[in-house]
């Protein structure tokens, strides 16, 4: 049968609209950015209290920030604020190029976990947050999201933690089912104590012949989930790159080619069009599913309702996976509105609220307690209590430090993977292969 | 100028001064105006053409990161380094086999059906507005929907192809099927414009030509091969030559195609130049992109001068 895919035309235009449309807002900001200078520049110091000044605000995808900006506006009557979004790599990559230059850059840049540690070293682009009062927020936050926000020695404060990603597993209870697998999410998990265990069970699942369905979507997602409960992942703590000696790494590759040889991928990529026609038809079962993923997996097949639920992550919980930081670049003109703003943005109230409506895992621990989110239970996912199986993740989550250039060592792998299982390469060939590539990695 | 007998020393000279001055704005006229009126098109292609050209050969000589402030001088490295790269090689041989099958059939198929729409035809106007409207999608709408039409699972040719039995295919995964995937994405793009330019051409074929051909009893394929191809051949010269630049330069096919992996899926199996390029790029790894441009463009002046030799030697039987 013909099933023509729904949403993923329509998506991937979108953003690559978004991307040309905001790449020429960039440009057009580059340009003229020179000119409308209307504040004073001693010391850093911000416009006048009367003075009308515009912040923008550049996102990767839509945080549901908007109620805020209007909050923002109502103690800042003055302030007006614009939003610009670009694609994930292009958002990253346009960031560089606008510190580089020194024009173009936001008044406030969110800064994803793959790139954190890319950015903080570069302790002159980005303005001292400490400097605009924001040194008290310190004890809200998780120790180890804080530090990734600090330059490297520690002294100044360039980013302030948004979400963070604790990771657990969503399965379709419909497939399970049809495989003759529990459905209870508790029996579910104890499924899957270990990675061994999840690889056993898909053995299990692709016995008993599902039409259409795999175990999970692709290598490349599971394989960064392991590696990422890994008490060091591709970096050791003085930025070395070490994803070539580090037998976690190799353990999780391993693992990940014996899943593939057992058939239990859907071979698709994660996030790419028949991804999204995937997760709409059934073609996986599960899919690894850090707290932000929840969200994308509702927007991206929308009428999977109610055939989802939500289990613990094999390999014992540990393990972050993306999160983000808002940064205020040093070229913005108005450091302490943007200060104030980053505040707001990050705040108890702000992250409570973005929990329940995004799906993002606070990075604030005292509201791991807070009954508003244990107590939340998630409608797209058979009413899974997803806020206590997500802070209970978040508590077991034992930091890993995140190197400067981890995104790119992850394709390295990821296209390793991706060339065993599309039978292009022996499994040693394909390792060896990344090996080669991260020596590219400067 | 009128002669009249001078009435001093002082006013013949003033007017021999005269005529000079007028002689030399004339000459500035003749000699400088014309440089004047193309001005602005050397001025433009100086800023956007050459300097950009001189620069990137300039940067090819450092390593040039965007971050550093400092960028050391290290002459041919980046050059040598390309040489011996696999990659740099593998993305050069995907460019010309992209480039091969997508225009050699382009071109044939053009001027097939120009020649189609050079008789006359009911709706002539429709058809010709009909070729030109693959050329005015956006190609990312293109390449998106060819994506969907090529898909493993769920993709149209798949599930036409398993009418005949067949199994299905990755079209992503292997070389082959790729390259063919994202040349018919080009094929359908550019072809009806090419159709055009040829079909303007053959418009200027005078009709005589035909016509005695018809009486001596020249079938439709002879009077293609025989009068059409020879008399348009600057045209077939011009339509190779950009086809050929074009096909070197194709970025966004195997971009989008392969969703946004900028090594142009897991095997690098269909990374062309210039995504290799933009992958050095966003790895702000501008020294050595820069290198890669310049070999791209040594690479085209190569395949163009060669297919301008063939094209022009490839001489018709007009007499």
């Known amino acids: 049968m013909l099933h023509p895919p729904r949403r993923g035309l329509p998506r991937l235009v979108a953003h690559v609209w978004t991307a040309s449309v905001l790449s020429l807002a960039v440009f057009g900001a580059a340009a003229c950015g020179g000119g409308d200078n209307t504040a004073t520049g001693s010391g850093g110091s911000s416009a006048k209290p009367a003075e009308k000044i515009t912040l923008t605000v550049a996102l990767f995808s839509d945080f549901h920030f908007a109620p805020l900006y209007a909050e923002f506006k109502k103690t800042h009557p003055n302030v007006q604020i614009v939003e610009r979004r670009a694609q994930f790599n292009d958002h990253h990559a346009n960031l560089t190029t606008q510190l580089a230059t020194g024009a173009g850059a936001a008044d406030v840049v969110a800064v994803e976990a793959g790139y954190i540690a890319t950015f903080t070293p570069l302790v002159d682009k980005f303005y001292d947050l400490n400097q605009y009062g924001l040194a008290k927020r310190q004890s809200d936050y998780l120790d180890w999201k804080w530090r990734q926000g600090l330059s490297p020695d520690g002294s100044k404060l360039l980013g302030l933690g948004t979400d963070v990603g604790g990771l657990a597993m969503c399965y379709r209870t419909d497939l399970f089912k049809k495989a003759g697998l529990p459905t209870d999410r508790s029996e579910v998990s104890q499924l899957w104590p270990t990675w061994e265990d999840y690889a056993e069970a898909g053995k299990k699942f692709i016995a008993a012949n599902v039409p259409g369905a795999k175990w999970f979507d692709g290598p490349g997602e599971n394989f960064r989930a392991m590696v990422d409960q890994a008490p060091v992942g591709f970096y050791d703590e003085q930025n070395n790159l070490v994803a070539g000696t580090n037998p976690d790494v190799k353990k999780a590759f391993d693992l990940n080619v014996q899943m593939i040889q057992a058939g239990e991928s859907a071979k698709l990529a994660a996030f790419s069009p028949p991804w999204n026609t995937g997760l709409t038809k059934g073609s996986f079962a599960t899919i690894i599913c850090p707290s932000w993923k929840t969200g994308s997996i509702k927007d991206a097949a929308p009428t999977t309702a109610g055939m989802w639920d939500v289990a613990a992550v094999p390999g014992g919980g540990g393990g972050n996976q993306g999160g983000t930081h808002l940064m205020a670049p040093s070229q913005g003109k108005h450091p302490k509105e943007a200060a104030e703003l980053i505040d707001l943005l990050t705040n108890k109230d702000t992250q409570l609220r973005l929990f329940t409506e995004a799906g993002a895992l606070p990075s604030i621990p005292a509201l791991y307690d807070d009954p508003k989110i244990t107590g939340f239970t998630n409608a797209f996912f058979s009413n899974a209590p997803t806020g206590k199986i997500f802070t209970d993740a978040a508590k077991a989550l034992r930091p890993q430090h995140v190197g400067p250039k981890a995104g790119d060592v992850l394709t390295a792998f990821g296209n390793a993977l991706q060339r065993v299982e599309q039978g292009k390469q022996a499994p040693q060939d394909a390792w060896n292969q990344a090996i080669k590539d991260l020596d590219r990695i400067k | ?319």
Request: aromatic fraction near 14%; charged fraction near 10%.
């Open chain 2, 1 to 319: 100028m009128t002669v009249r007998v001078p009435a001093g020393a002082a006013k013949r000279h003033g007017r021999v001064r005269q005529g000079l001055r007028r002689q030399l704005v004339h000459q500035l006229d003749v000699k400088g105006s014309p440089y004047a009126y193309v001005a602005p098109f050397f001025l433009l292609f100086c800023a956007f053409g050459l300097f950009p050209l001189a620069y990137t050969a300039w940067v090819s000589l450092h390593d040039w990161t965007l971050l550093s402030d400092v960028h050391k001088f290290v002459g041919l490295d980046n050059f040598s380094q390309l040489l011996g790269d696999d990659y740099f090689w593998n993305a050069t041989f995907n460019t010309l086999s992209i480039g091969i099958l997508s225009t050699v059939p382009q071109l044939l198929l053009a001027i097939w059906l120009a020649h189609l729409l050079n008789r006359p035809l009911r709706a002539q106007t429709l058809f010709r507005v009909t070729l030109l409207l693959p050329n005015v999608t956006s190609v990312v709408a293109v390449v998106v929907i060819f994506s969907q039409l090529f898909g493993r699972d769920f993709g149209l040719i798949n599930w036409v192809l398993s009418w005949f039995g067949l199994d299905p295919i990755d079209w992503q995964a292997g070389t082959a099927s790729s390259h063919i995937a994202i040349s018919v994405m080009i094929l359908w793009r550019w072809t009806g414009y090419n159709a055009l330019l040829f079909l303007a051409a053959m418009q200027a074929v005078p009709r005589e030509l035909y016509e005695a051909a018809t009486i001596d009893g020249a079938s439709g394929y002879t009077q293609l091969r025989k009068i059409t191809v020879p008399m348009i051949k600057p045209t077939i010269v011009f339509v190779v030559i950009t086809s050929t630049i074009g096909a070197m330069q194709i970025l966004a096919e195997p971009l989008l195609f392969g969703t946004y992996s900028l090594t142009g899926g897991p095997d690098r199996q269909y990374q062309t130049l210039s995504l290799f390029i933009y992958e050095n790029f966003t790895k702000l790894d501008f020294g050595y992109s820069s290198a890669i441009s310049w070999m791209m463009f040594l690479f085209i002046v190569v395949v163009v001068g060669v297919n301008y030799l063939l094209t022009r030697r490839s001489r018709g039987n007009l007499t």
